[in-house]
């Protein structure tokens, strides 16, 4: 018996080593926890694995292995210790569900599928905060300087891993010795700060040193003290006070001890050369106020402004591009103009030197004035400034005599163009002023590239809108209001999933809306908010986010984890909305907004919507397994399609209500036409807009739904003929016009209450892959698992090249005319199947490979 145990025992060990030396075939799986790359602070609630099939690993029969330890060696050779899940071949996730997670724990992990094996990942769970007190500087909310909170640190020989781990009421920068710590912007997120802030983890091992060590952190009002004073009344939220925030220091040694610092009344505090900070407005430098001449004071250690911490899992923000100006006029000895070749979101980085006490005020805008001064009259308008001391997207700089650097740490704004002007005259070159631009860090996913150069430009002023007005939150405009209307970004979601990795960002929002909602059902029409719009604009056709956005990342994502946590809140909205209908119909909601010149009847916009959310609901139940709520819902969803039908339909001659483009784009989009008149309603589409000369005749609803209304019942030529318009009102126009980012208004010569930079109208963006590439999802699998495409061939278009990434590899496409026939090259990932229907209406299934096709195409 001893010997068969020794026996025994050898051969694991041999078996142990024979697989850790055995040479395995290493590929990219691109890992991810919480679909971040290695992310520090994960809670222990919710540990989600994630990946990418690379098409090395083909479609075969092996299962997903999923090694998972403390200890890197053990994930490196495969221990059988570190096994901790065996998936179906094919898995692109799994949900960790022991309980043996620890706090501040790094852990490793990595695949193996056959002979192909992962790189090796980690996370890092979060650290309790335990010990640690909120500190603030003890100043009224309405004092307008920033302050520093410093503490000496003390490190021993033999540091191994030191971490730091802050959550914030307001904004904040840390530096140890005197170094920035990390690439973020702006941390922590808008939150509903008396409910939910979040806090930010960041390993600063090599920030360190022996021995003595400065912590500095640097607090910023951000939104949770807003000063400024605008009609959305955040000057007046319930949460507002003085910034303050939490944090513990982690110090591990290489002999296992470990060292905590915490905030306590230890720390000291003082003013900082931030004379003013407004999220909304601008930030004001005295650049005589060095930091290192400061005397500390002591902290107040206050009273938790929050019911809950939680760990911010999600792409940061970060300044993702420098753009030097393209023009600067000089206008006198004391005001210049700097034009950079884009409309972005960020801020500007100002390097001079002038006579002490000269106050310079950099303008920023989006619109010139004829004398060539900047013009912010379209973005100022709800803006209430009580005195002259807060102008708007102004950023104010005394400069101390020597070389001055300033970039505001607190503030983001939306401009091309930016005014400086001087209290005495100043000497500046075109390399004196740059622009940082900023936005939400999301990874890639999708490329686009045609022969039209209006389209790519059109293309990458849809996703530069996208990105200006992603904040960790989506918003409408990075100058104006910086809300997050939710109508703006259900209309716009899909621009963003079909180009960048966007779903801890709608993660983060949807704990938002479960914040924001009332016990009635009721949410705000912006999220967060401060109390402002539970009386106006919140509808249900804003609102649907609450049911649309959780859908659409799990159609393409294939993670339900969001569908599950917010499907109770959805019901409760749900429950609002009906006790607010009618015989099955509603016009609790704003219709069409901003429509070109027809008006759209409200209950026949906002019921569509309600039709919609019933109809999400019953597939949510049903992919839940809850019969009784599918039954109720699709019940539901079927009264409100025959009532929207049986007042607004004209059977006889196929149109809806008084047949506006909008009136016929909604009902046909989302599935509400009967299918016996689907063509007949199609057709008078394409009527109406052929005789509005293939020009937009739409507000917001009806942009998201007229070009896939078109191309999705015959008339795809008539969505592109839409599309390439280069006249008002159109995409193109804009484009014409020189325009680099979208509009708020089809007009361009607005110039009141117009942003420059919005993104509602962004649909067209997620048509270019949907229609003119042609990629579609499956009804029945998401993720692209099985992924449908149609390509179309516009008569004036020579090529185009598109690219998706998804869970199961790279889908990629191209193709170019060569005289009347056009050779299309497609690379079908090794996990994907696709459906491909050519020009002739012909379908085949393809699995993963490469295929080159020539067809035929005659446009007589």
Same mark, same amino acid.
């Given at each position: 018996?001893?010997?068969?145990?020794?026996?025994?025992?050898?051969?694991?060990?041999?078996?142990?080593?024979?697989?850790?030396?055995?040479?395995?075939?290493?590929?990219?799986?691109?890992?991810?926890?919480?679909?971040?790359?290695?992310?520090?602070?994960?809670?222990?609630?919710?540990?989600?694995?994630?990946?990418?099939?690379?098409?090395?690993?083909?479609?075969?029969?092996?299962?997903?292995?999923?090694?998972?330890?403390?200890?890197?060696?053990?994930?490196?050779?495969?221990?059988?210790?570190?096994?901790?899940?065996?998936?179906?071949?094919?898995?692109?996730? @799994?949900?960790?569900?022991?309980?043996?997670?620890?706090?501040?724990?790094?852990?490793?992990?990595?695949?193996?599928?056959?002979?192909?094996?992962?790189?090796?990942?980690?996370?890092?769970?979060?650290?309790?905060?335990?010990?640690?007190?909120?500190?603030?500087?003890?100043?009224?909310?309405?004092?307008?300087?920033?302050?520093?909170?410093?503490?000496? !640190?003390?490190?021993?020989?033999?540091?191994? *891993?030191?971490?730091?781990?802050?959550?914030?009421?307001?904004?904040?920068?840390?530096? !140890?010795?005197?170094?920035?710590?990390?690439?973020?912007?702006?941390?922590?997120?808008?939150?509903?700060?008396?409910?939910?802030?979040?806090?930010?983890?960041?390993?600063?091992?090599?920030?360190?040193?022996?021995?003595?060590?400065?912590?500095?952190?640097?607090?910023?009002?951000?939104?949770?003290?807003?000063?400024?004073?605008?009609?959305?009344?955040?000057?007046?939220?319930?949460?507002?006070?003085?910034?303050?925030?939490?944090?513990?220091?982690?110090?591990?040694?290489?002999?296992?001890?470990?060292?905590?610092?915490?905030?306590?009344?230890?720390?000291? @505090?003082?003013?900082?050369?931030? !004379?003013?900070?407004?999220?909304?407005?601008?930030? *004001?430098?005295?650049?005589?106020?060095?930091?290192?001449?400061?005397?500390?004071?002591?902290?107040?250690?206050?009273?938790?402004?929050?019911?809950?911490?939680?760990?911010?899992?999600?792409?940061?923000?970060?300044?993702?591009?420098?753009?030097?100006?393209?023009?600067?006029?000089?206008?006198?000895?004391?005001?210049?103009?700097?034009?950079?070749?884009?409309?972005?979101?960020?801020?500007?980085?100002?390097?001079?030197?002038?006579?002490?006490?000269?106050?310079?005020?950099?303008?920023?805008?989006?619109?010139?004035?004829?004398?060539?001064?900047?013009?912010?009259?379209?973005?100022?308008?709800?803006?209430?400034?009580?005195?002259?001391?807060?102008?708007?997207?102004?950023?104010?700089?005394?400069?101390?005599?020597?070389?001055?650097?300033?970039?505001?740490?607190?503030?983001?704004?939306?401009?091309?163009?930016?005014?400086?002007?001087?209290?005495?005259?100043?000497?500046?070159?075109?390399?004196?002023?740059?622009?940082?631009?900023? *936005?939400?860090?999301?990874?890639?996913?999708?490329?686009?590239?045609?022969?039209?150069?209006?389209?790519?430009?059109?293309?990458?002023?849809?996703?530069?809108?996208?990105?200006?007005?992603?904040?960790?939150?989506?918003?409408?405009?990075?100058?104006?209001?910086?809300?997050?209307? @939710?109508?703006?970004? *259900?209309?716009?979601?899909?621009?963003?999933?079909?180009?960048?990795?966007?779903?801890?960002?709608?993660?983060?929002?949807?704990?938002?809306?479960?914040?924001?909602?009332?016990?009635?059902?009721?949410?705000?029409?912006?999220?967060?908010?401060?109390?402002?719009?539970?009386?106006?604009?919140?509808?249900?056709?804003?609102?649907?986010?609450? !049911?649309?956005?959780?859908?659409?990342?799990?159609?393409?994502?294939?993670?339900?984890?969001?569908?599950?946590?917010?499907?109770?809140?959805?019901?409760?909205?749900?429950?609002?909305?009906?006790?607010?209908?009618?015989?099955?119909?509603?016009?609790?909601?704003?219709?069409?907004?901003?429509?070109?010149?027809?008006?759209?009847?409200?209950?026949?916009?906002?019921?569509?919507?309600?039709?919609?959310?019933?109809?999400?609901?019953?597939?949510?139940?049903?992919?839940?397994?809850?019969?009784?709520?599918?039954?109720?819902?699709?019940?539901?969803?079927?009264?409100?399609?025959?009532?929207?039908?049986?007042?607004?339909?004209?059977?006889?001659?196929?149109?809806?209500?008084?047949?506006?483009?909008?009136?016929?784009?909604?009902?046909?989009?989302?599935?509400?036409?009967?299918?016996?008149?689907?063509?007949?309603?199609?057709?008078?589409?394409?009527?109406?807009?052929?005789?509005?000369?293939?020009?937009?005749?739409?507000?917001?609803?009806?942009?998201?739904?007229?070009?896939?209304?078109?191309?999705?019942?015959?008339?795809?030529?008539?969505?592109?003929?839409?599309?390439?318009?280069?006249?008002?009102?159109?995409?193109?126009?804009?484009?014409?016009?020189?325009?680099? @980012?979208?509009?708020?208004?089809?007009?361009?010569?607005?110039?009141?209450?117009?942003?420059?930079?919005?993104?509602?109208?962004?649909?067209?963006?997620?048509?270019?892959?949907?229609?003119?590439?042609?990629?579609?999802?499956?009804?029945?699998?998401?993720?692209?698992?099985?992924?449908?495409?149609?390509?179309?061939?516009?008569?004036?278009?020579?090529?185009?090249?598109?690219?998706?990434?998804?869970?199961?590899?790279?889908?990629?496409?191209?193709?170019?005319?060569?005289?009347?026939?056009?050779?299309?090259?497609?690379?079908?990932?090794?996990?994907?199947?696709?459906?491909?229907?050519?020009?002739?209406?012909?379908?085949?299934?393809?699995?993963?490979?490469?295929?080159?096709?020539?067809?035929?195409?005659?446009?007589?």
């Amino acid at each position: 018996m001893q010997k068969y145990i020794k026996d025994v025992f050898l051969f694991s060990f041999i078996f142990m080593l024979c697989d850790c030396e055995r040479v395995h075939t290493k590929v990219d799986f691109e890992l991810q926890c919480e679909h971040l790359f290695n992310p520090l602070g994960v809670s222990l609630d919710s540990v989600r694995f994630n990946w990418s099939l690379p098409d090395e690993v083909g479609i075969g029969d092996d299962s997903v292995c999923v090694f998972l330890s403390e200890k890197k060696e053990a994930v490196e050779c495969f221990e059988q210790s570190a096994l901790y899940k065996t998936l179906a071949p094919l898995s692109v996730s @799994t949900l960790y569900e022991k309980p043996d997670l620890m706090p501040g724990v790094t852990y490793f992990w990595c695949l193996k599928t056959g002979h192909f094996v992962s790189e090796i990942a980690s996370f890092t769970t979060a650290f309790s905060l335990d010990g640690a007190s909120w500190i603030s500087d003890g100043k009224d909310c309405n004092d307008k300087s920033s302050s520093y909170y410093k503490k000496i !640190v003390y490190v021993k020989p033999g540091l191994s *891993h030191a971490y730091i781990v802050l959550a914030s009421a307001g904004l904040h920068e840390i530096r !140890v010795n005197n170094e920035k710590i990390g690439s973020h912007c702006l941390d922590p997120m808008f939150t509903r700060f008396d409910k939910r802030i979040l806090s930010v983890t960041h390993e600063i091992t090599t920030a360190l040193r022996e021995g003595e060590n400065e912590v500095k952190v640097q607090l910023g009002n951000g939104w949770y003290n807003l000063q400024s004073v605008a009609v959305w009344n955040f000057d007046k939220a319930a949460w507002r006070g003085r910034p303050a925030f939490l944090s513990k220091l982690i110090l591990e040694y290489e002999d296992g001890t470990r060292d905590e610092v915490v905030t306590d009344d230890s720390w000291t @505090t003082a003013d900082s050369p931030i !004379v003013f900070n407004s999220i909304y407005t601008a930030e *004001h430098y005295d650049a005589r106020k060095k930091a290192e001449n400061l005397s500390g004071k002591p902290v107040k250690v206050t009273d938790s402004p929050t019911k809950l911490i939680c760990s911010q899992m999600v792409q940061p923000i970060r300044v993702t591009d420098t753009i030097f100006c393209s023009r600067m006029d000089k206008l006198n000895d004391s005001l210049y103009v700097f034009t950079f070749p884009k409309n972005i979101a960020g801020v500007t980085c100002l390097n001079l030197k002038g006579k002490e006490g000269t106050v310079v005020r950099l303008k920023h805008g989006e619109l010139l004035n004829e004398s060539g001064t900047v013009n912010t009259g379209n973005i100022d308008y709800h803006y209430r400034p009580i005195d002259g001391s807060d102008p708007f997207q102004e950023d104010i700089v005394i400069l101390s005599g020597t070389q001055d650097t300033f970039s505001p740490k607190f503030n983001y704004k939306g401009f091309q163009y930016v005014e400086v002007s001087a209290s005495s005259p100043i000497v500046l070159t075109k390399n004196n002023l740059v622009a940082w631009e900023m *936005h939400s860090d999301v990874p890639v996913k999708g490329t686009w590239h045609s022969s039209s150069d209006m389209l790519n430009r059109l293309w990458r002023a849809t996703n530069r809108s996208y990105l200006s007005n992603l904040f960790g939150y989506p918003t409408d405009c990075p100058q104006r209001e910086k809300n997050g209307w @939710t109508g703006d970004a *259900h209309l716009a979601m899909e621009v963003g999933l079909f180009n960048y990795d966007v779903i801890t960002i709608y993660e983060k929002w949807m704990n938002d809306f479960i914040d924001e909602q009332r016990p009635d059902g009721m949410l705000p029409a912006i999220i967060p908010t401060s109390g402002w719009g539970y009386d106006w604009g919140n509808g249900v056709d804003w609102t649907s986010s609450i !049911v649309i956005i959780p859908w659409l990342i799990y159609r393409y994502y294939g993670d339900d984890i969001l569908l599950r946590r917010m499907y109770v809140p959805m019901k409760h909205f749900m429950e609002c909305v009906e006790e607010k209908s009618d015989d099955y119909l509603t016009d609790w909601g704003l219709g069409d907004w901003i429509p070109v010149k027809s008006q759209s009847n409200v209950e026949l916009v906002v019921s569509i919507y309600y039709y919609v959310d019933a109809n999400i609901m019953s597939l949510i139940a049903e992919r839940m397994g809850l019969e009784n709520d599918k039954v109720y819902y699709e019940s539901l969803a079927g009264k409100i399609k025959n009532a929207i039908n049986q007042k607004y339909l004209s059977k006889c001659d196929g149109l809806y209500a008084s047949g506006t483009q909008t009136e016929l784009a909604m009902p046909l989009y989302w599935g509400v036409v009967p299918d016996s008149l689907r063509s007949k309603v199609a057709e008078n589409l394409n009527k109406r807009v052929i005789n509005d000369g293939y020009h937009l005749d739409v507000g917001v609803h009806g942009c998201k739904t007229l070009l896939g209304a078109l191309s999705d019942n015959g008339f795809i030529d008539t969505a592109y003929k839409v599309v390439t318009q280069t006249t008002y009102p159109s995409w193109g126009y804009w484009i014409a016009q020189g325009a680099t @980012t979208l509009h708020e208004n089809w007009r361009t010569d607005v110039i009141i209450d117009n942003s420059l930079n919005h993104i509602m109208f962004g649909e067209v963006g997620a048509w270019l892959y949907k229609s003119l590439a042609g990629i579609r999802l499956d009804e029945n699998q998401p993720a692209f698992r099985k992924t449908h495409i149609k390509p179309y061939f516009p008569k004036d278009l020579e090529c185009l090249d598109v690219s998706y990434k998804t869970s199961y590899g790279k889908l990629q496409l191209e193709w170019q005319k060569k005289g009347k026939e056009v050779i299309y090259h497609l690379h079908v990932p090794a996990a994907m199947e696709v459906v491909l229907t050519s020009p002739a209406g012909d379908v085949d299934n393809y699995g993963g490979g490469d295929y080159v096709f020539k067809w035929n195409v005659n446009y007589d």
